[in-house]
C-alpha cells in the first residue's frame, strides 16, 4: 500500500519555467511533510519541509503549498535551472514515528 | 552542517557471500539510524530503525536474520546483507537522527551489486 502518492513520474521543464510536483496522503497522522533532492548516486537532502498547521512555506525558489483538507501538498521550483535537474522525493512521517515514508519520485529535468 | 558518511560506497560481491555496510555520523550523536533500500529509479523503502544499545525493529516482508543490524555506538550502525544474492543488488541508504526535531540526515549510499 503507497502511503504517499506522487506525480508526475517525470518532468521535463525549460530553463526559467515553474517546475510543479504533487503528493497525496490518506494517513491523516501524518504531520511532517518534508520534499528531498536527490541527484544520481547520492543520499537524499533535504530541501524543505512543512507541517499541517500552515498552509505554505517560501524558501528562496523552491515553495511548498499544503491543502490539509485535500490531504495533498505540492512543490513548487520557481525559475528552475539546469542544475535542479535531480529526482525529487516528497515523504511524510507519521506522529510518533522518527522515520520517513517517501512517495515514489519525480526525475525532473530542466533543459537549458 | 551535519555528515553521515557511509563505507563503502561501492561493493561487488560473490553470491553467497556477506557484506558489511557501515552507517557513521561524523560529528554528531546518533540514537536512532534507520536503514533504506533503493531500486533503480524507484524509492526509498525503510529496511529497518536501528537504536543504540538495542534490537532493531525491522519493517514487515524485510528478513532480519538476512540483514542484520547493529548499532553498538551513538555514531556507528552497520548492515549486513548475510548470503548476498543477486536480488538482493541494491543502492543502501542510511540516515541518522540527532534527536532534534524534525531532523534527519542522509548518508550518500551504498551500492551493492551481488554477482
Known amino acids: 500500500q503507497q502511503q504517499v502518492k506522487q506525480s508526475p513520474q517525470s518532468l521535463i521543464v525549460q530553463k526559467g519555467g515553474i517546475s510543479i510536483i504533487n503528493c497525496a496522503y490518506e494517513?491523516?497522522?501524518?504531520?511532517?511533510f518534508p520534499w528531498y533532492q536527490q541527484f544520481p548516486g547520492k543520499g537524499p537532502a533535504l530541501l524543505i519541509a512543512?507541517?499541517?498547521?500552515?498552509s505554505e512555506k517560501k524558501e528562496g525558489r523552491f515553495t511548498i503549498s499544503f491543502n490539509k483538507s485535500a490531504k495533498q501538498f505540492s512543490l513548487h521550483i520557481m525559475d528552475s535551472q539546469p542544475g535542479d535537474s535531480a529526482t525529487y522525493f516528497c515523504?511524510?512521517?507519521?506522529?510518533?514515528?522518527?522515520?520517513?515514508?517517501f512517495g515514489s519520485g519525480t526525475r525532473l529535468q530542466v533543459q537549458p | 552542517g551535519a555528515v553521515v558518511s557511509q563505507h563503502p560506497s561501492w561493493v561487488i560481491c560473490k553470491s553467497g557471500t556477506s557484506v558489511k555496510i557501515e552507517c557513521r555520523s561524523l560529528?554528531?550523536?546518533?540514537?536512532?539510524m534507520f536503514w533504506y533500500r533503493q531500486f533503480p529509479k524507484q524509492s526509498l523503502m525503510l529496511m529497518a530503525t536501528?537504536?543504540?544499545?538495542?534490537?532493531?525493529?525491522?519493517e514487515q516482508g524485510v528478513e532480519k536474520d538476512k540483514f542484520l543490524i547493529n548499532h553498538a555506538s551513538l555514531t556507528l550502525s552497520t548492515l549486513t546483507v548475510t548470503s548476498a544474492h543477486p536480488e538482493d543488488s541494491s543502492f543502501y541508504i542510511c540516515?541518522?537522527?540527532?534527536?532534534?526535531?524534525?531532523?534527519?540526515?542522509f548518508g550518500p549510499g551504498t551500492r551493492l551489486t551481488v554477482l
Open positions: 540516515s541518522a537522527d540527532p534527536g532534534v526535531p524534525d531532523t534527519q540526515y
Open positions: 494517513n491523516t497522522a501524518f504531520d511532517y
Open positions: 512543512i507541517r499541517p498547521d500552515v
Open positions: 515523504a511524510a512521517r507519521q506522529t510518533g514515528r522518527r522515520a520517513l515514508t
Open positions: 560529528d554528531f550523536q546518533a540514537t536512532t
Open positions: 536501528s537504536n543504540e544499545g538495542s534490537k532493531a525493529t525491522y
